[in-house]
């Protein structure tokens, strides 16, 4: 399904109220049977004052099925079946897929590009990608050069949204925003017609979020969001809102935490009353709220695609009541799992942190038990011996400084030795 631009048009003016609405609106007896199979319009958003129209789902190129031991071809593909079901935000970094996601997005692009050749009025797309301290990018010239570098990649002139990258805690935004630093170089870039809209990542605190955003320097945030985490970030991104930015959340599903320990979440959202699926239930959370511009997901599979467009089918705002009932439920018992993000793989010991981590999951939403028959399995099947692993760290802390999570990784460590095995 290819959005023509009268229909895009269309779709857009009249989804921050009418449609938006309408699809809120539908009484819960059609949202069964054969609506449930049905692929529902994309809904488009505008992206805080930029004069851009972004869909509510958002395609996250760090996941593609490249990385999994697909093929380049598979990954393109997905990526052009999502703009053809309406998708047009694609975020995507240096780094991502063994250094390959930009390329492949690149790869994507072209082909539409190729396909929409005689379209009269094409569905208009929008790509990101990413640079700061974080990679090695500390001036402002070092931007430039990796602005330039992905553009190579990407096989476009310019960049719509650029991030200013994974910004940890305010010291990290203070190294961006220094006099020929990273922030500078964006400036630059934007002089010179390379980017348009400068915007951030963060995974910050809730409240070092408030403070980056009152600064007023940056045009949207990109931000980690879902059921198991949301009051840390609500008042940041209702802030942003009331800014007039941009509001993009990533991590939609905990880094998969939510679907593989699916029958744990079921339990807890009964009271919910959304009768969705866990997965649809995550999804809806996050875009029936109508402070939030794109949910980014992050997909790897045709079936992936397809479940999170049908989500549309289910949008709906959850309430103050509901929201309350969440927090309750939730921050209690789910504040601190680790989301597998592999940031921590950087120990020069070698140990393998978020894989202990992910197991550490299993204490918090099933018990000692739990935990205890995981990590002998693995100790016995592949060789995995977590006091071993743990007994060479060198306390150098360099697994906590890049934990997204701000997770006390090594307090962990010593809880795991001395009281769980």
């Known amino acids: 399904m290819t959005l023509n631009r009268r229909d895009f048009l269309k779709?857009?003016?009249?989804?921050?109220?009418?449609?938006?609405?309408?699809?809120?609106?539908?009484?819960?007896?059609?949202?069964?049977?054969?609506?449930?199979?049905?692929?529902?319009?994309?809904?488009?958003?505008?992206?805080?004052?930029?004069?851009?129209?972004?869909?509510?789902?958002?395609?996250?190129?760090m996941r593609l099925p490249f990385e999994k031991g697909g093929g380049t071809g598979e990954s393109v593909a997905l990526l052009v079946k999502a703009y053809e079901m309406g998708v047009?935000?694609?975020?995507?970094?240096?780094?991502?897929?063994?250094?390959?996601?930009?390329?492949?997005?690149?790869?994507?692009?072209?082909?539409?590009?190729?396909?929409?050749?005689?379209?009269?009025?094409?569905?208009?797309?929008?790509?990101?990608?990413?640079?700061?301290?974080?990679?090695?990018?500390?001036?402002?010239?070092?931007?430039?050069?990796?602005?330039?570098?992905?553009?190579?990649?990407?096989?476009?002139?310019?960049?719509?949204?650029?991030?200013?990258?994974?910004?940890?805690?305010?010291?990290?935004?203070?190294?961006?925003?220094?006099?020929?630093?990273?922030?500078?170089?964006?400036?630059?870039?934007k002089e010179q017609g390379l980017i348009e809209h400068i915007v951030f990542s963060s995974h910050a605190t809730g409240e070092e979020n408030l403070q980056i955003i009152n600064d007023d320097v940056f045009e949207g945030m990109l931000?980690?969001?879902?059921?198991?985490?949301?009051?840390?970030?609500?008042?940041?991104?209702?802030?942003?809102?009331?800014?007039?930015?941009?509001?993009?959340?990533?991590?939609?599903?905990?880094?998969?935490?939510?679907p593989q320990n699916a029958e744990y979440f079921a339990e807890r959202l009964k009271s919910s009353g959304t009768g969705m699926t866990i997965v649809q239930t995550a999804l809806a959370f996050i875009m029936g709220q109508p402070e939030i511009t794109v949910a980014l997901s992050g997909m790897s599979k045709m079936e992936?695609?397809?479940?999170?467009?049908?989500?549309?089918?289910?949008?709906?705002?959850?309430?103050?009541?509901?929201?309350?009932?969440?927090?309750?439920?939730?921050?209690?018992?789910?504040?601190?799992?680790?989301?597998?993000?592999?940031?921590?793989?950087?120990?020069?010991?070698?140990?393998?942190?978020?894989r202990i981590m992910e197991v550490y999951n299993t204490f918090i939403l099933k018990g000692k038990a739990e935990f205890q028959g995981y990590a002998n399995w693995l100790k016995e099947h592949q060789e995995l011996d977590f006091k071993a692993e743990i007994e060479k760290c060198i306390q150098c802390k360099l697994c906590e400084k890049n934990c997204t999570q701000h997770l006390n990784i090594l307090e962990r460590f010593d809880e795991i030795t001395t009281k769980l095995l």
């Open 11 to 61: 779709t857009g003016a009249a989804t921050s109220i009418g449609l938006w609405l309408d699809t809120l609106l539908k009484p819960l007896s059609l949202l069964a049977g054969d609506i449930d199979r049905a692929f529902p319009q994309m809904v488009y958003r505008p992206y805080g004052q930029t004069g851009k129209e972004v869909s509510l789902l958002g395609f996250g190129a």
């Open 88 to 189: 047009n935000y694609f975020d995507t970094a240096p780094k991502y897929v063994f250094d390959k996601s930009e390329e492949i997005v690149g790869l994507a692009m072209k082909e539409i590009d190729r396909r929409n050749k005689n379209v009269r009025h094409p569905l208009p797309y929008y790509w990101t990608s990413k640079s700061g301290v974080g990679i090695g990018d500390t001036k402002a010239d070092d931007v430039l050069r990796r602005i330039e570098e992905s553009l190579k990649r990407l096989g476009k002139d310019k960049i719509p949204f650029y991030h200013m990258w994974c910004l940890m805690d305010l010291n990290h935004y203070t190294e961006v925003m220094k006099k020929d630093g990273p922030y500078e170089g964006a400036l630059k870039a």
């Open 223 to 258: 931000v980690g969001y879902n059921v198991t985490n949301f009051p840390r970030q609500d008042k940041a991104i209702r802030r942003a809102a009331e800014k007039g930015m941009g509001v993009v959340t990533m991590n939609p599903l905990a880094g998969g935490l939510i």
């Open 304 to 354: 992936h695609l397809e479940e999170n467009i049908k989500t549309l089918n289910f949008l709906k705002v959850f309430t103050e009541t509901q929201l309350a009932e969440l927090k309750s439920k939730y921050l209690q018992d789910l504040d601190g799992i680790c989301t597998t993000c592999q940031y921590c793989d950087v120990c020069p010991e070698d140990i393998p942190v978020y």
